[in-house]
């Protein structure tokens, strides 16, 4: 039987890097594959889960915003495993509040990681995984927050049933277009640029596990959105009320869903609670 293997992404510091010490210690029975797009960090922070006795971990590479990169990754995990059984895509950015960059920079760069970075990593690796495998995508709170911010025309599309991977597609490219021209809210979109990304990775997930169902409905994959929760990080900053370790909760116990679940599948998640959206 091939060995397991589990892909953590931007799992180099923050929540990415707790996850990946919380699947140790949930006692995951295969490799855990840290990803970083910084090859130097990736192999420091290696290097001192080793030392603290986290010997199933191996670095490679990834820069999610790199289509290269990804399927470079595709095919390590392929020659070397033949399969993924966990996916969990938590690269992401966020500008902080006090960023000077103009509002459409930011929602371009923002969107380049956040939504487009993770759809091209899914479209890499998403084709390798096993039965019962696992895939957990890093939305946030955020996410349900900006959803409620949108207009009724918009919050109707990002909630439907059967919106298209190309439909939402075009929607994230028609917010940082709006964006950059500055009439976003005119336009029914919501003023922060994290949480339209974030809406797209939330409906993204829907899509995803809607084709799964279609596609593998006998294999048993289980994939999900979820809120980690405001964590101190430094992406958010020192007052954040949950620290990486619990962050890390919801997304390892996504991961480790046993074998013979069916649910959830195609949620947004926080604190091990299906969220309506």
């Known amino acids: 039987m091939a060995?397991?293997?589990?892909?953590?992404?931007?799992?180099?510091?923050?929540?990415?890097l707790a996850i990946v010490q919380g699947l140790c210690k949930a006692?995951?029975?295969?490799?855990?594959?840290?990803?970083?797009?910084?090859?130097?960090?990736?192999?420091?922070?290696?290097?001192?889960?080793?030392?603290?006795?986290?010997?199933?971990?191996?670095?490679?590479?990834?820069?999610i915003c790199d289509q290269t990169?990804?399927?470079?990754?595709?095919?390590?995990?392929?020659?070397?495993?033949g399969g993924l059984d966990v996916l969990i895509n938590n690269a992401g950015i966020a500008f902080k509040a006090d960023a000077t960059e103009p509002f459409g920079?930011?929602?371009?760069?923002?969107?380049?990681?956040?939504?487009?970075?993770?759809?091209?990593?899914?479209?890499?690796?998403?084709?390798?995984?096993?039965?019962?495998?696992?895939?957990?995508?890093?939305?946030?709170?955020?996410?349900?927050?900006?959803?409620?911010?949108c207009s009724p025309e918009l919050?109707?599309?990002?909630?439907?049933?059967d919106i298209s991977e190309e439909e939402l597609c075009g929607l994230m490219g028609e917010f940082v277009v709006a964006a950059q021209n500055g009439n976003h809210e005119a336009k029914g979109w919501p003023n922060t640029a994290y949480g339209a990304t974030k809406v797209g990775v939330t409906v993204l997930s829907r899509i995803q596990a809607r084709v799964l169902a279609q596609t593998r409905a006998a294999d048993g994959i289980l994939l999900n959105a979820c809120c980690p929760g405001w964590v101190r990080t430094d992406m958010a900053g020192p007052k954040a009320p949950k620290s990486p370790e619990e962050g890390a909760e919801t997304p390892v116990y996504l991961a480790m869903l046993p074998p013979g679940a069916t649910a959830p599948h195609g949620q947004?998640?926080?604190d091990k609670t299906v969220q309506e959206w």
């Open 69 to 81: 990169s990804a399927e470079g990754l595709r095919k390590f995990l392929d020659k070397n495993y």
């Open 3 to 16: 060995k397991q293997v589990a892909v953590v992404t931007g799992a180099n510091k923050g929540i990415g």
């Open 155 to 161: 919050q109707a599309k990002f909630r439907s049933a």
């Open 27 to 63: 006692g995951y029975a295969g490799d855990i594959i840290l990803t970083a797009r910084n090859e130097k960090l990736g192999q420091e922070t290696l290097q001192k889960l080793k030392s603290e006795g986290f010997n199933k971990v191996l670095f490679h590479r990834l820069d």
């Open 268 to 270: 947004l998640v926080w």
């Open 105 to 149: 920079e930011q929602a371009e760069v923002t969107m380049r990681t956040n939504f487009w970075g993770t759809l091209w990593a899914s479209k890499a690796l998403l084709p390798l995984l096993r039965p019962n495998a696992r895939v957990v995508n890093i939305s946030s709170f955020v996410s349900k927050r900006a959803l409620d911010k």
